[in-house]
């Protein structure tokens, strides 16, 4: 294989990086102050970044890389298909044998009736189809006013229009006017942050409950659907109260709301199951995929859609699409993934092997000084950082200060391991060994340590 490696030296490449690449979610003064890390080449779980260091990837990209980096099987693949049929649209009337593999397998592995999809390039875009496709199916069944969508605080469905107004980030919400009319947010299931003197299965049912009242409050003729990550991933890893998921279900059952589980991160193993509504026992009209669906090699995504959907949407057209629906290249390689998944059980291998072996040592976080809680499932964890465990007390400097200086010595120590203010996640690749997270495990360990040496010669460890 020919090598991509003769490249600019860092700081130049660096230079040119600020001066003309504008990064999402990177505050552009810093990225020119600090320079971006460049990264030149990976395997399996391990980076490596422009100056020769070895870094493990805790992350997996954007929790994307399920299958581990650098399967040489899907670049066979992609350049096969480049070479047999490069493009063709799906559009009109025409159609690919990618494109229809792809559908072929997802309905196979899709839980219930979900037997259709409608394919995008990303999360967003998925979610944007989402927003249309309920709508125009309560339409098409005569209730047209059936249009707002139900979501949540501190969900992420996405940075489009469409899929930033779904999301609860306030941040986002304040650049760019979102969120778009007839989207309304209900509280999250976060027992850590806000469960206070509840039981975790108390505040499961609370929350759960808030849709209901919101129902009430919009009426139901007026709701169209429930949109939820089974487990929220941007927003921190918030693994929510086992009483949750059932009300939730009962709840749109009972009043005729559609329900869209966006498992844009749970899907494809991440769990430990293919797919999260698996492990909640969540029965989605729609579910959003992208992401492990080809681990990140190419992009797309799309919308898994139960046959009534489905059917009712096929009775006109779907006035919808883009260029790359259902694109061949991607459609080939993410199938490739899938066969690669499935063959090499690698589900199997976070629920039996990967998954409890990090389990039990992220439990042991609990007893860090810094921890005020550590929760996993399947391959993907947070830690909950605090000044005072017995309180579970937020630190009185700004969110996110402490969570920054984390993930900073986390990355001086070679380990990318993600804050999301002062929660620190993780969602390593789905094939990494129990040897690796040895390695992932006593990089965290010290990153934290030298994390609290730091707040406490700072006087940061303060709570607020
Ligand atoms: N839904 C969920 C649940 C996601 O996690 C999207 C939709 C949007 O997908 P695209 O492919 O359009 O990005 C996502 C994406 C983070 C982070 O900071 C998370 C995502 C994307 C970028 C950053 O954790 N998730």
Redesign the pocket.
């Known amino acids: 294989m020919t090598k991509i490696s003769n490249h600019l030296p860092t700081a130049r490449l660096q230079a040119l990086d600020a001066a003309h690449h504008m990064h999402p979610?990177t505050a552009g003064n810093d990225l020119a102050r600090h320079g971006a890390r460049v990264i030149t080449q990976a395997r399996g779980v391990w980076l490596t970044d422009s100056e020769g260091q070895r870094i493990i990837d805790g992350m997996s990209g954007?929790?994307c890389v399920n299958i581990g980096f650098g399967r040489k099987e899907l670049a066979d693949v992609a350049a096969r298909q480049i070479e047999e049929l490069c493009y063709y649209n799906t559009f009109f009337q025409t159609t690919h044998v990618p494109a229809i593999g792809l559908a072929d397998k997802l309905a196979e592995l899709a839980p219930g009736d979900l037997n259709h999809v409608f394919y995008a390039n990303?999360?967003?875009?998925a979610?944007d189809t989402n927003i249309r496709l309920v709508r125009h199916y309560w339409a098409m069944k005569g209730k047209p006013e059936k249009t707002v969508i139900i979501s949540r605080w501190n969900g992420?469905?996405?940075?489009t229009m469409g899929?930033g107004s779904l999301g609860g980030m306030k941040g986002m919400h304040a650049q760019g006017g979102l969120p778009i009319p007839g989207i309304v947010h209900i509280d999250q299931p976060d027992w850590y942050a806000e469960g206070g003197d509840l039981s975790p299965e108390e505040f499961g049912l609370e929350r759960a409950r808030q849709l209901e009242a919101k129902i009430a409050e919009l009426g139901a003729g007026k709701v169209a659907a429930f949109i939820a990550?089974p487990i929220q991933?941007?927003g921190g890893v918030i693994i929510p109260p086992e009483s949750y998921w059932p009300e939730i279900q009962r709840i749109c059952d009972a009043h005729e709301i559609l329900l869209i589980a966006?498992e844009?991160?749970t899907g494809f193993g991440r769990t430990g199951h293919w797919f999260g509504s698996q492990r909640y026992a969540i029965r989605p009209h729609i579910m959003?995929i992208?992401?492990g669906l080809s681990s990140g090699y190419v992009p797309i995504?799309g919308s898994l859609v139960c046959d009534e959907v489905a059917g009712v949407i096929a009775e006109g057209e779907f006035a919808h699409g883009y260029t790359y629906s259902g694109h061949p290249v991607a459609a080939a390689v993410a199938l490739e993934n899938l066969r690669i998944i499935e063959e090499e059980n690698i589900v199997g291998h976070v629920h039996d092997v990967a998954g409890p072996y990090l389990a039990a040592k992220w439990a042991q976080l609990a007893d860090h000084p810094l921890v005020g809680e550590a929760r996993i499932e399947g391959l993907m964890a947070s830690i909950a950082l605090t000044p005072d465990k017995a309180a579970r007390a937020r630190f009185a400097s700004d969110p996110g200060t402490v969570g920054y200086r984390c993930r900073e010595r986390c990355f001086a120590n070679n380990l990318v391991m993600?804050h999301?203010g002062d929660r620190m996640i993780i969602a390593p690749p789905l094939v990494i060994t129990p040897a690796e997270i040895d390695i992932l495990m006593e990089r965290a360990v010290q990153s934290l340590d030298e994390t609290l040496a730091e707040l406490k010669a700072d006087g940061l460890m303060v709570a607020g």
């Open positions: 979610f954007l929790w990303s999360g967003s875009e979610n992420y469905h996405g940075s899929g990550e991933g941007a966006d844009v991160i959003t992208a992401k995504g993600r999301v």
